[in-house]
Each structure stands twice: as C-alpha cells, then as structure tokens.
C-alpha cells in the first residue's frame, strides 16, 4: 500500500505528515501546486487532508477524476470544500458543536451511515469525551477514539477543548 | 492615534485558508489601507508595498519560505508581523521552532501578563482562559522567545512565552502568538472584540 498526501503546509498538515508520530505512514507528500508532477497512478491512496484551501486543488480536478478512473482511492476529510473539486459530493454545513462533551451523555452527533464499511472494523460509533484528546493538529477536529483503542491515550486531559474556534 | 506611523504602506494580510476572510480582516478593510491578498496570489510585490502583515493560523508556512527573502526585507524596512499560530519553519533568523505542552491538565493553561502590553491594556489575561468554561483555545504551549525579545504573556506554572514582541536586529517588529487565532470578532470571548482593533494599530506601527 502506498499512500500519497497531499501538503497544503498550514502547521496542523506539517505535524501531521513530517512529525515523527505519522510520517512513518505517508510514501510521499506533495504540495498541491506541485500535483501535476506527480504520477497519481503510483500511489494505491491519495489523501487529501483536512483544511486543503479548495482553489489549490480545483486546477487539478481533471487529474483527479482520471486517477478514480484508473481505479484509484482518494481519502478525502473535512473542512476542505471536496465538492468543489471531486466527483458526486453533495456537502450540507452544519455549525461546529465545540462544547457537546461538557454535557453528560451528550455525543458530537455523528451517526456511521454505513456499517460494514471495513474503516468500522477500528472505529466505533459511541465515543467516549473521558478520551479525547486536545487537538492540536486539526483545530476544529475533535480527536476521539472508542474506548478500547489507544490505552497509552487515556490519561490524556479531558478539560481541554477537542478543538479550536 | 499618538504617534504617525514611521514609514507609510499598506496593512497586507493574507487569507490562508479558503472562504470568508476572518473578521479580524473585514474589521482592517474599514481602515482604508488594508489588503487581502489569497495566499495563493501573493507576490514579492505585497511585501515591498506593506507597512504592516497579519498572518492567521492557516498560513502556509512551506509557502512562506519562498518569500524569506522579501519578509526578511519588509521586516528591515521597519516592517511590522502579527504571527498567530506554531511557528515550523524558520521564517526569519533567530526564530525556534513551536514547543507544544505535553499532555496539559487545566493547570498548565493558566495564563500570566508578564508585561504590560498596549494590545492587551486593561484587559485580565486570565480572562482569556476559557470560552464557556473549556481552556486551552487561547494555545497550548509556545514559540520560543527570539534573543532580546519580550514575553508579554506566560502559559502555565513556569510561564512559557505564548505571546512576545520581538525587536528584529534589522528594527522591525514580529509579535508571535502561540495559539489559534488572536483577535477574532464574535467569538464566545469578549476579549477578542476589544484587542481586535488594537492589534491592527500596532502592526501599523501606531502605538
């Protein structure tokens, strides 16, 4: 599997991809302006992180759709107006709840549509507020992991914010 | 404003991410002499015009390096830079690399005024702590103090520089928050209305 990123380069995307607790993941990060570049049909999986200003990626929306074309998978994640340069997304805004995990048995909301999607094989729907974590890296993202996944993660604060605003 | 500014220019602030400018921005454009310039538009040629240059958290920091060389000029022009965020590039020399907090509990986000500031006068920095009761949006850990720069806020039980002004070698002046966005308009904190205009003044050079 090789795994292709694109780097829009704001501090959360360089932690992220050149810090030492995920680089080890990426084949290779490439700045959006340098996509043409790249030979997309290389890499199993591009992903395209939160927070990608959409008109860095709209002049590559041609090279984008011939690479899902060819049969490739393109991880795309929020805040980055995907609708404006990939195929078949709809997207509806809804407002951020910073503030859902200060409510006892409150949750973000977020419902998995589709269950038997193998990313559900590692995460759960019912997250529990006692792990997530202070986001750092994704401002507006709260980072959360179902209670049986990472037990080195659980003595983390539970009263700072899962993200910024 | 007491003092005139010491060169003339415009307010460059550059809008990093995509969509609405943030209201710090619109708040600049009634001033007249602000410019928002999409990252993905800017030219050596706003540094050269600027007197002023405001960057948000977003910014593209590889992006950035490629106009060291014009932002190093700007700053010697007595150039003045509101950095907000986690500085991962050496932009200018002298400047270190963002030092996050490990694993903060509530304790290591109180905040400090360690000097008083004309951005933050009057104002109690603790009351920066929290939005509804949740700290740690104000940041969570700091930029290294630059030599001969000022702390003007601390973080935490040793008082970790999370805001400082810094006098360049070369006469400009960088003020570097360590933290999402200072200054943003209609936010849960009220604080952020009030130092929002002071700290378009002062990167003009008006006080």
Known sequence: ????????????????????????????????????????????????????????????????????????????????????FLPGITFTPQPTNFWWWLTPGADLGVRIAKPGHSLFRHLAEKMSPGICMAGSTFPRVPRCWPQAIPANLSSTSTRSPPGGG | MPNAPATSGALLLIHSHYGEPPGLFTLALERGDAVIVRERDLTPAHFTAAR???????????????????????????????????ILRPFLKGLGIYEPIAKAKRADLVLTRLREHPIFAGIDQPSFEENRGVAGFYGRGHNPLPEGALAINGIGPQNLPIDWEWTLPSGGKMFSHAGNDVGGMGGPNPNHALVAPRILAWTMGEF
């Open chain 1, 1 to 84: 599997m090789s795994i292709l990123v694109i780097h829009p380069g704001a501090y959360y995307h360089i932690e992220s991809f050149e810090g030492s607790r995920y680089a080890h993941y990426f084949d290779k990060l490439v700045r959006p302006e340098e996509l043409a570049d790249v030979r997309l049909e290389d890499f199993n999986v591009v992903l395209i992180p939160c927070r990608t200003p959409a008109d860095r990626m709209e002049p590559h929306k041609a090279r984008l759709h011939a690479y899902f074309d060819q049969g490739g998978t393109i991880i795309a994640t929020g805040e980055s107006d995907s609708q404006l």
């Open chain 2, 52 to 86: 002023g240059l405001i960057t948000t958290s977003h910014l593209d920091q590889l992006g950035l390096m490629h106009f060291a060389d014009d932002l190093e000029a700007f700053m010697a022009r007595d150039g003045r830079w509101f950095f907000n965020g986690h």
